[in-house]
């Protein structure tokens, strides 16, 4: 089985991979991807990590929104290989009510993604902002900070800051998706795990 998290957006997409065959869950046997849209991100693979370049061609929303889906869609379908579609469960972080700006945007990017899957026969469970947030630091009103230090308990051995934005003083894109798209997929995994 290959559980896939994503953390969808206009601007740092980000997903997390997963195959139960990896053997345990962690991030190490995980695959991330994100979506490049700074230069110094271009071509980043350490080979947990891969970025791609964003789209630059697009001259409509409808285009970019395109665009974004099928980098995800290419991600779930390679991710697949020679399996068939039923050995895959994709989780999307549902959205946020307390959202401004371009909610509309938001909504209409990610109903592109989630009609792709459908005409592709990929079923999705969307994922409530706050039920990953609590799943992964037990307050389901944590913020982009709390996100990330409760990954680096988990992972010590992993400093994205470092590697990912070395001058930021704060957490931010892609550090703050990768890291909502590794607890979506976690998430995922943990619902699907049965327990003793």
């Given at each position: ?15 997390c ?13 995980t695959k ?14 350490d ?29 779930i ?5 020679s399996?068939l ?6 989780w ?19 109903g592109i ?14 994922v ?18 709390m ?35 590794f ?14």
């Open positions: 089985m290959i559980i896939v998290g994503i953390d969808y957006s206009l601007t740092s997409p980000a997903l991979l997963f195959d139960t065959a990896a053997g345990d869950f962690c991030f190490s046997n991330c991807y994100f979506l490049a849209s700074k230069k110094m991100h271009e071509c980043y693979d080979g947990v990590i891969s970025a791609e370049n964003y789209p630059k061609c697009w001259t409509t929303d409808e285009a970019r929104f395109s665009s974004i889906a099928y980098w995800a869609e290419q991600i379908y390679r991710s697949l290989g399996r579609v039923d050995e895959l469960s994709v999307i972080e549902g959205y946020s009510y307390g959202s401004s700006g371009k909610v509309f945007h938001i909504a209409e990017n990610t993604l989630k009609h792709r899957l459908y005409m592709g026969g990929i079923g999705y469970e969307s409530p902002p706050t039920s990953v947030k609590k799943f992964a630091t037990g307050k389901g009103n944590s913020n982009k900070d996100m990330y230090a409760a990954f680096c308990e988990e992972t010590p051995e992993t400093d994205l800051m470092s590697d990912l934005s070395p001058k930021a003083k704060a957490v931010n894109s892609p550090v703050s998706d990768i890291v909502d798209a607890y979506i997929c976690k998430f995922g995994f943990d619902t699907l795990t049965p327990k003793e």
